[in-house]
């Protein structure tokens, strides 16, 4: 079955960087792009960034272009984003989700558990 | 990229049916067939209800229906059962390439 778990969350001060891993399993990886999606406390989702299935495309949220970074590693099965320059408000949880159609940009379908950001001094 | 919106909360008793409204403009909900509903749980990561608008995945009851007029799209409930009680959020692509939820809909079963 479909399987995303997310590593890498955990306290940072602002200012500070954090890569977030998403291995993945149970599909062909290498033929979905994927997103990453993140919810801050008690808040609604907040969609974050895309990767194309080959990388050849990234997509980011007006709030995060410049700051946070997607990439992948399709012998890993991986995809990763490297935040820095981190704010309070970037405190979340992180989810990373699968594209719902191979080879196509498309919304997500099946999504990880999350891995947790805080962004505290 | 403005958020969707969705009404804060709906409530149903169970066996009705309960309509959740996800409002957006010409471009982004109104512009693109491109438009999805997720069901989350307390503590729980979101899963996929509907997509293109209309479409249920594999494994999702036909109770959840979803339809969309103009720069509004709705997620429609029928007989509606304890487990339905969940967070609830739409999203749509964009005219700019890029993706936009709603604020989330809190559904209560009576």
């Known amino acids: 079955q479909v399987q995303l778990v997310e590593s890498g969350g955990g306290v940072v001060q602002p200012g500070g960087s954090l890569r977030l891993s998403c291995a993945a399993s149970?599909?062909?990886?290498?033929?979905?792009?994927m997103h990453w999606v993140r919810q801050a406390p008690g808040k609604g989702l907040e969609w974050v960034a895309f990767?194309?299935?080959?990388?050849?495309?990234?997509r980011y949220a007006d709030f995060v272009k410049g700051r946070f970074t997607i990439s992948r590693d399709n012998s890993k099965n991986t995809v990763y984003v490297q935040m820095n320059s981190l704010r309070a408000e970037d405190t979340a949880v992180y989810y990373c989700?699968?594209?719902?159609?191979?080879?196509?940009?498309?919304?997500?379908?099946?999504w990880g558990q999350g891995t947790t950001v805080t962004v505290s001094s | 990229q403005s958020a969707l919106t969705q009404p804060a909360s709906v409530s149903g008793s169970p066996g009705q049916s309960i309509t959740i409204s996800c409002t957006g403009t010409s471009s982004d909900v109104g512009g693109y067939k491109f438009v999805s509903w997720y069901q989350q749980h307390p503590g729980k990561a979101p899963k996929l209800m509907i997509y293109d608008v209309t479409n249920r995945p594999s494994g999702v009851s036909n109770r959840f229906f979803g339809s969309k007029s103009g720069n509004t799209a709705s997620l429609t409930i029928s007989g509606l059962q304890a487990e339905d009680e969940a967070d609830y959020f739409c999203?749509?692509?964009?005219?700019?390439?890029?993706?936009?939820f709603g604020g989330g809909t809190k559904l209560t079963v009576l």
């Open positions: 149970g599909f062909p990886f290498s033929s979905y792009g």
């Open positions: 990767i194309t299935y080959d990388g050849s495309d990234k």
């Open positions: 989700a699968k594209a719902r159609e191979q080879w196509v940009v498309r919304d997500m379908d099946v």
């Open positions: 999203s749509s692509y964009t005219s700019s390439g890029l993706w936009v």
